[in-house]
């Protein structure tokens, strides 16, 4: 087994085989739940959207570190039933994350696992391959399955990260994770994202904001928490931000024979301008879009984003 650190950056790899297992569909929302088995037996779930549309590219949507599938609903929507062609997508929640099982070991919270987790959900769903958008975390996860799978990709977007991430950027999310607060409502939810957000995101509306906090957090009860494990921030606080981070060149470069659409918001913090140069002269064909208005990570319903995605697929062959 290659070695891991503590943010779960892969050091070596190692080819991971998924096992099938039955899902067990539910009704949420506008797409339909679907729960899976990981290697380890941990329940896990994704949100499925327009399952019937079988004739192009199926999409896989991953989310950042802290982050779940609802990130991708209205992106999701777009490209099931406005875009064309339509396209089945399916947005994964992480372990730890949304409606997915806590891991009681939190050290398994790392990119490789995860990896081999959304192998075995694509097992279990019947899809050998597809287009891959991955927002921060899950553009890592992406990077990773150019060594461990790399059949398993058509196309990624990657949206807002490299394989260089920045010291601060990293710094700003340990941070917020560390020091979440507990909102009695879900006006004070919106007003914490906002106050955490808002320098990097001058051109979200109020609307914006609502979004954000309702994807973030969850009611139970009467209780808005954050919708992941609190244990997801040990691995963060091992880090030792002082030493240099590894690098994902490598599997980046793996992936110089997909088609890669590049999504960098203006204010980011964690993708700098010179990571994304270098990107471009190891992938000449890959393209770039940068956000303006948005920092880390942009939100992909949002400033033409989902069309500029659906041109890119198009261009894509099955």
């Given at each position: 087994m290659g070695r891991i650190n503590t943010y779960g950056l892969p050091m070596t790899f190692f080819k991971l085989k998924a096992k099938a297992k039955?899902?067990?569909?539910?009704?949420?929302?506008?797409?339909?739940?679907?729960?899976?088995?990981?290697?380890?037996?941990?329940?896990?779930?994704?949100?499925?959207?327009?399952?019937?549309n079988r004739d192009a590219l199926p999409v896989i949507c991953l989310a950042g570190l802290s982050r779940n599938s609802r990130d991708f609903e209205r992106l999701a929507i777009f490209l099931s039933e406005k875009a064309a062609p339509k396209r089945r997508v399916i947005c994964f929640d992480y372990r730890g994350r949304g409606l997915s099982a806590?891991?009681?070991?939190?050290?398994?919270?790392?990119?490789?696992?995860?990896?081999?987790?959304l192998l075995a959900g694509m097992t279990a769903l019947g899809i050998a391959h597809a287009a891959i958008i991955g927002t921060s975390r899950g553009g890592?996860?992406?990077?990773?399955?150019?060594?461990?799978?790399?059949?398993?990709?058509?196309?990624?977007?990657?949206?807002?990260?490299?394989p260089v991430i920045e010291g601060d950027g990293l710094a700003t999310i340990r941070a917020m994770l560390t020091q979440l607060p507990k909102p009695k409502n879900w006006d004070e939810a919106i007003a914490i994202q906002k106050t955490a957000m808002g320098k990097a995101f001058p051109a979200f509306s109020q609307e914006d904001w609502a979004f954000e906090a309702h994807a973030k957090y969850r009611q139970i009860g009467r209780k808005i928490r954050p919708d992941h494990d609190p244990n997801l921030v040990k691995p963060l606080a091992e880090i030792d931000l002082g030493e240099k981070l590894p690098e994902m060149w490598t599997q980046f470069i793996g992936l110089t024979k997909t088609p890669v659409l590049l999504l960098r918001g203006e204010h980011?913090?964690?993708?700098?301008?010179?990571?994304?140069?270098?990107?471009?002269?190891?992938?000449?064909?890959?393209?770039?879009?940068?956000?303006?208005?948005?920092?880390?990570?942009?939100?992909?319903?949002?400033?033409?984003i989902p069309e500029a995605i659906e041109r890119f697929l198009g261009g894509v062959s099955d």
């Open positions: 039955d899902t067990e569909p539910a009704e949420t929302g506008p797409g339909e739940s679907v729960f899976f088995s990981a290697p380890d037996g941990l329940k896990l779930h994704a949100v499925e959207y327009g399952r019937e806590h891991d009681p070991d939190w050290k398994n919270y790392n990119v490789i696992t995860e990896a081999e987790d890592l996860i992406a990077m990773a399955l150019s060594a461990m799978r790399p059949g398993a990709l058509k196309a990624v977007t990657l949206n807002d990260v490299g980011s913090g964690l993708l700098s301008k010179k990571t994304v140069e270098a990107m471009s002269a190891h992938h000449p064909g890959m393209q770039v879009m940068e956000i303006t208005g948005q920092g880390h990570p942009p939100l992909l319903h949002k400033d033409g």
